[in-house]
């Protein structure tokens, strides 16, 4: 190589470095900026922090005395609660005292309904006893009469009832009745039948036994008077008690509902007798019929 290429060399060595040291001062002065630049954006977000921070502090206190308000008022609730729960138990207390104070008066209180269910259910056996024992003495008071339908009364009847009873009597069969055999006749406060009492139980028997020799005759056969006044047939039939009257309506309103026939009365007893003319019920009060009702 020549002097003159190794000059020559030098040289472009020499404007290399020189366009290198060129670019690294432009490098510097754009790092000198950029740091500027940073330095700027640092300060200003030192601001902008430094002012958040500030809010944060504040914000932070506002939040502080704010739980201290809760806390507070948490404390004054919880105290009150506690009162008012001291107050419940107390009151409780009182109630449970007051219950069992209630409750041991209701238990006296059932007992005594009890024992007043007892005493009033044992009176109305009593009274039903009564009731029955009246009404079979009321009903063997009437054990000697009979009562005799079927002839109406009219303005001109002459003939006593007494008269009238031996005039029934001669047109049964097989039936002496003398007048001292009636004790007493009389028609009913409607005037449409007549009670007859007899003076023994023999003629009272042998005149209701003669009954059924009465189907084919007439009340114009006691006395012409009677023709159109009364009932087609006479009938005799036995005297009940008031009760017993009741029950023998309640009895036949039954038995037709139900289709039942055979419906009699003998010696003061209301009887159902089937077709084998057997006895099927017998009743003497109310708790008979129910008995029977309960069959059907």
Known sequence: MSDSD?????????????????????????????NAEINTRVVELEKKLGGDIESVKIEALELK????????????????????IQELETAMTFNNGTNNELHDKMKLQEKQIVSLTRDVNMLRSQLS????????????????????????HYEEEQACCK??????????????????????????????????QFSNRTARDRFSAGRFSLKNIG???????YQGEGLDYIFINE???????????????????????????????????????????????????????SRY
């Open 6 to 34: 190794k000059l020559d060399l030098i040289l472009k060595g020499q404007q290399d470095l020189i366009t290198s040291h060129n670019e690294l001062k432009l490098q510097q002065q754009k790092l000198v900026q950029s």
């Open 65 to 84: 005395e704010e739980i201290s308000n809760v806390d507070q008022s948490c404390k004054f609730n919880f105290t009150q609660t506690s009162k008012a």
């Open 129 to 152: 006893a009564e009731v029955v024992k009246r009404d079979s003495l009321e009903q063997q008071g009437r054990r000697w009469q009979v009562e005799i339908s079927g002839l109406k």
């Open 163 to 196: 008269s009238i009873v031996t005039k029934i009597a001669t047109l049964m069969r097989d039936v002496p009745l003398e007048l001292s055999d009636v004790d007493e006749a009389h028609r009913t406060y409607n005037k449409k039948n007549i009670i007859v």
């Open 219 to 225: 009340p114009d056969q006691v006395d012409a008077n």
């Open 239 to 293: 005297v009940l008690s008031f009760d017993r009257r009741a029950l023998l309506y309640k009895v036949k309103t039954f038995c037709k509902a139900h289709g039942i026939s055979g419906v009699r009365v003998e010696k003061g007893l209301i009887k159902v007798i089937d077709k084998d003319e057997q006895i099927n019920a017998t009743f003497r009060n109310e708790s008979d019929l129910e008995r029977f009702k």
